[in-house]
Each structure stands twice: as C-alpha cells, then as structure tokens.
C-alpha cells in the first residue's frame, strides 16, 4: 500500500495544471457548500428566534373558550417529572386575560399577564426589556414603553384596572417600562406577578401553562411525550408553535430544500470534474501503467494508484474548502451588519454539517476516482507499450 501510494502521489505532482485545477474546484464546491449551508441555517435560526425567541414554545390551555386550567400547579408537577431528559428549559404557569387600563380620561383595552416572575423571565427576558424600573411585585406592574411615551406615565403613578368578568376596578403601581421587538406587544400586554393576577380575578386558576425547550424545531416529540405522561382532563390541549405558525414553517422548509438542491448539485459537479480529469490523467499515463503491469503490479493494484490519487485530491481539497467556507462566512457576519452593529444574519457554526460537508465531497472524490481505477485495470501492458 505505501509503495502504490507513493506512485498515486508522485502522479497528483506530475499532474500539475490539472491537479491545481481539480483541487481547486474541489475547494470551491466544499466552500460554496459550507457556505451556503451555515448562512441558510443561521438565517433559519434567525428567524425563529424572531418568531419565538421571546415567547413559549408549547403551552397547555383549556379547549373551552375563556376556559382556566385548575389543577395547575399538579401539572406543573408532571411536566417537571417527565423532563428526564431535560428537553424542557422552563415550565411557566400564566393567567392571560383581558381588561381595560384607566388613567386620567384615557381607556385602553389591554391583556393582563400574570406569571411567576422568576419562570417569566426565562422565557421574556424582562431584565433585558426593561428600559426603566424593575420587574413587579404584589400589587405592581410594568407596561410597555408606549404609555410612557405616549400618555407621559411614570414609574410609581398608580392605575386603574377594570376587570369585566368580576365587574370591578382595581388599583395598582406602576415600576417599570419594557420595551418588547413587536409593537403589539407593548401596546397591549400589563405584566404582573401571579399572585397579583390572581387577585384581580379572583381566582385561583391559569389559563395557560407554557414552557420552552432546548430544541425547537423538534418540539413535537416533547409534545409527544408530554401527552404520553400526563393525564391531562379532556378539556385541556397541548399547542406548539409549529402549529401556530405554519407560514414560517413552509418558508424554512423552502429554503433547507433549496440548500439541498445546490449541494446535490455542487457534488455532482465536483464528481463528475474529478472523474474527468483522472480518466485524463489514466489516458495520458497508460504507459507508466503499462510498464508497472509489466513489472508485476495487478489490475486491482493500477485501479487502487487512481483511487489513492482520488483521495489526495478529495481531502487536500476539502481541508482547503473547510478553510476558504469558514472564512467566507465569518467575513460575511463581520461586515454585513445592521446599524447597532450586530450581524444581518447571526452566525451558527455547526460543526457537524461542516464534518458532513467534508465526508461527502471526499466520498464523492473517491467515488469518482473509482470509474478511473476502473480504467486503468483494463489497459492492456503489452498493447500500451508497444503503442507508447
């Protein structure tokens, strides 16, 4: 083996406008390859975490409209128990519900979101929203920056709350202003902590338990698990993201499909380019094939000399690729970057995509080198050198 592989390599070396060639276009195809597929993925991640980044991931509510869930915290209990595997980051009890926001002459139609502030936080990250103040306790709240800007509220200035299903006005304080990526949101939302909302409705119920996992994109097999180990009331169901947000699914699979189609093409092109060039090179070599089958080499041993070459080739050009890929796509994270300074699209640096990228277009090299080998076993020595 080390003497064909001497003579598979001293080959690649004789090659030398064809070799550089070849491994170039083999760095090219892993480059572009890596490339694409890390700025494909972080585009994916990206958008996600825009979708959900800020919000639950599977939530438990009731069937019935305006329905509460009970037996909450026994629950909550069961999820904990099942999260073995720790798939689960967070579980976090919440009452959603909605009611008007009084202040002066103003009413505004709001949603009071009550939740255990530790647990909260977690998902909503309030430290990081807050411009001003700090997160609620009894009888506190914190409201988007909207009322501060608009409606000239401050930190301690005491609001009305009416709460239709109980016919009432209640009055709380206001210690800080969170300023929320949607609009919506810090229109909309009143934060509070459970116990507080608990209070203003009377209740000792959730209409929501949501939770947020370590993976994402595969949240439905822990929503299959949590329905396998909870016995829930039949009036409660189990939602996941992906089921409120079928759009943007469809898009991340448009672009994965797209990503897939230009690496299958990338590798066919870089297979069929180094088939090319070494029935090439065993076309213009087929007399030193000629004159080692004459000296005793067998024809599994010349085919083995090309597939050797093959190799060389595949993998001195894909560690260039892995190279000239990470480099473009840190390059790009670097300087294409929004305003504040933070990338256009972040950076995912998946490491076994890169291994993977790296296995296929050495195995497609060695592939392709294979159809030459095969070649070379038919070259006749007596016929080759007699014609040499």
Same mark, same amino acid.
């Not at 004459?294 to 050797?308: D, E």
């Given at each position: 083996?080390a003497?064909l592989?001497?003579?598979?390599f001293r *080959?690649?070396?004789?090659g030398?406008?064809q #070799?550089?060639?070849?491994?170039?276009a083999?760095a090219?195809?892993v480059?572009?390859?890596?490339?694409?597929?890390l700025l494909i993925q972080?585009l994916?991640?990206?958008? =996600?975490?825009? #979708?959900i980044g800020?919000s639950?991931h599977i939530?438990?509510?009731s069937?019935l409209e305006?329905?509460?869930?009970?037996?909450?915290e026994?629950i909550?209990?069961q999820?904990?128990?099942?999260?073995?595997n720790n798939e689960i980051?967070?579980?976090?009890p919440?009452?959603?519900? $909605?009611?008007t926001?009084q202040f002066?002459?103003v009413n505004k139609n709001i *949603?009071?979101?009550g939740?255990p502030i530790d647990s909260?936080?977690?998902?909503?990250?309030?430290?990081?929203k807050l411009?001003e103040?700090?997160? $609620?306790?009894?009888?506190e709240?914190i409201?988007?920056?909207?009322?501060?800007e608009?409606f000239?509220l401050?930190?301690g200035?005491?609001?009305?709350?009416?709460i239709?299903?109980?016919f009432?006005t209640e009055?709380?304080k206001?210690?800080g202003f969170?300023?929320?990526?949607v609009?919506?949101?810090?229109?909309s939302w009143l934060i #509070?902590?459970l116990d #507080?909302a608990?209070?203003l409705?009377?209740?000792n119920?959730v209409?929501n338990?949501e939770?947020q996992?370590?993976?994402p994109?595969e =949240?439905?097999?822990?929503?299959?698990?949590l329905?396998?180990?909870?016995?829930l009331?039949?009036q409660?169901?189990?939602?996941t993201?992906?089921e409120?947000?079928a759009d943007?699914?469809?898009?991340l699979?448009?672009?994965?499909?797209?990503?897939i189609?230009i690496?299958?093409f990338?590798?066919?092109s870089?297979?069929?380019?180094?088939a090319s060039?070494?029935?090439?090179?065993?076309l213009q070599k087929?007399?030193e094939i000629?004159?080692l089958?004459?000296?005793?080499?067998?024809n599994?041993?010349s085919?083995?000399i *090309?597939?050797?070459?093959?190799?060389?080739?595949?993998v001195?050009g894909?560690?260039?690729?892995? =190279?000239?890929?990470?480099?473009?796509?840190l390059? *790009?994270?670097?300087?294409?970057?929004?305003a504040d300074?933070t $990338?256009?699209?972040?950076?995912?640096f998946?490491?076994?995509?890169i291994l993977?990228?790296?296995t296929?277009?050495?195995?497609s090299?060695?592939i392709a080198s294979i159809?030459a080998?095969?070649k070379?076993?038919?070259?006749? $020595?007596?016929? =080759?050198?007699?014609?040499?």
């Amino acid at each position: 083996m080390a003497f064909l592989s001497k003579i598979a390599f001293r *080959f690649m070396k004789k090659g030398g406008g064809q #070799t550089i060639l070849i491994i170039s276009a083999i760095a090219i195809g892993v480059a572009i390859q890596i490339f694409l597929g890390l700025l494909i993925q972080g585009l994916q991640d990206s958008l =996600v975490n825009e #979708t959900i980044g800020d919000s639950s991931h599977i939530s438990v509510s009731s069937k019935l409209e305006n329905g509460s869930i009970q037996d909450y915290e026994n629950i909550t209990k069961q999820i904990q128990k099942s999260n073995s595997n720790n798939e689960i980051k967070v579980v976090n009890p919440v009452i959603s519900k $909605p009611s008007t926001l009084q202040f002066e002459s103003v009413n505004k139609n709001i *949603f009071i979101k009550g939740m255990p502030i530790d647990s909260g936080e977690k998902i909503y990250e309030f430290s990081q929203k807050l411009l001003e103040g700090k997160t $609620p306790v009894d009888g506190e709240v914190i409201l988007g920056d909207y009322y501060r800007e608009k409606f000239g509220l401050k930190i301690g200035d005491e609001i009305s709350i009416f709460i239709f299903e109980k016919f009432k006005t209640e009055t709380l304080k206001i210690s800080g202003f969170f300023k929320f990526g949607v609009q919506n949101i810090n229109e909309s939302w009143l934060i #509070t902590n459970l116990d #507080t909302a608990q209070n203003l409705f009377e209740t000792n119920s959730v209409t929501n338990i949501e939770m947020q996992v370590d993976k994402p994109l595969e =949240v439905e097999t822990v929503q299959s698990n949590l329905i396998e180990s909870l016995s829930l009331d039949e009036q409660l169901k189990i939602v996941t993201w992906k089921e409120l947000n079928a759009d943007l699914l469809t898009a991340l699979s448009s672009q994965s499909l797209s990503s897939i189609l230009i690496q299958v093409f990338v590798i066919i092109s870089v297979s069929l380019a180094i088939a090319s060039v070494l029935i090439v090179s065993v076309l213009q070599k087929s007399r030193e094939i000629g004159i080692l089958k004459a000296m005793g080499i067998k024809n599994y041993q010349s085919s083995l000399i *090309f597939v050797l070459e093959g190799l060389f080739l595949g993998v001195i050009g894909a560690i260039i690729g892995v =190279v000239l890929g990470v480099g473009l796509i840190l390059s *790009f994270t670097t300087f294409a970057i929004n305003a504040d300074g933070t $990338p256009v699209i972040p950076l995912t640096f998946n490491y076994g995509f890169i291994l993977l990228s790296f296995t296929i277009v050495v195995s497609s090299a060695l592939i392709a080198s294979i159809i030459a080998g095969r070649k070379s076993s038919k070259l006749n $020595p007596i016929e =080759v050198i007699k014609n040499g």
